[in-house]
C-alpha cells in the first residue's frame, strides 16, 4: 500500500464532521386572527426561550411589520392583519441579530451596553460582536 491509498483510507475512516448551527431550534408563533387584528398568544414563551424581553422583541417586531402592537394579559396583539410566516420570517431575523452568536452560532448570549452601542456577548465562546441593527 502506498502513501496515498494510505492516506485516501485513513480519510474515509475519519467521522463526518458537523459545521451547522441546529443547536438551537427557533420558536413559532402560535396565535389567530380577530377582525382586524393579529394575537400572539405565546411571546412570552418565545421571550423565555431565546432570553430576551418581551418588550424589546415587540419593539423590533413594530419596526419590521410597521403595525402598532401592545401586550394585552399574556398575549401581544397587532393592530391589522399579518400571516404567521411574516411574523416567523421577521422573528428569525431578531434571532439572527440579536440572539446567535456570530462565531459560534449558539443562542447563549447577552446584550451589554458598552460606550453606548450595543455588544452581543457569546457566553460559551466570549465573542463580542457589535449589533449594527437598531431599535
Known amino acids: 500500500m502506498n502513501y496515498e491509498e494510505m492516506l485516501k483510507k485513513a480519510k474515509e475512516s475519519l467521522p463526518k464532521v458537523q459545521n451547522k448551527c441546529e443547536r438551537f431550534e427557533m420558536p413559532k ?17 418565545i421571550a423565555d426561550q431565546i432570553s430576551r424581553p418581551a418588550d424589546h422583541i415587540l419593539k423590533f ?4 411589520l410597521a403595525t402598532p402592537g401592545f401586550f394585552q394579559d399574556k398575549r401581544l ?4 392583519k399579518l400571516t404567521s410566516s411574516m411574523i416567523n420570517d421577521k422573528l428569525h431575523k431578531y434571532v439572527q441579530t440579536f440572539v ?10 447577552k446584550l451589554l451596553e458598552e460606550e453606548g452601542k ?5 457566553m460559551a465562546c ?3 460582536s457589535p449589533v449594527l441593527a437598531k431599535i
Request: proline share 2%; charged share 30%; with cysteine.
Open 61 to 64: 417586531l413594530q419596526r419590521e
Open 126 to 128: 466570549g465573542t463580542k
Open 100 to 109: 446567535l452568536c456570530d462565531q459560534c452560532c449558539k443562542p447563549d448570549t
Open 29 to 45: 408563533v402560535k396565535g389567530h386572527v380577530e377582525g382586524n387584528r393579529t394575537i400572539i398568544i405565546n411571546i412570552f414563551a
Open 77 to 80: 396583539v397587532f393592530g391589522r
Open 118 to 122: 450595543l455588544i452581543k456577548k457569546c
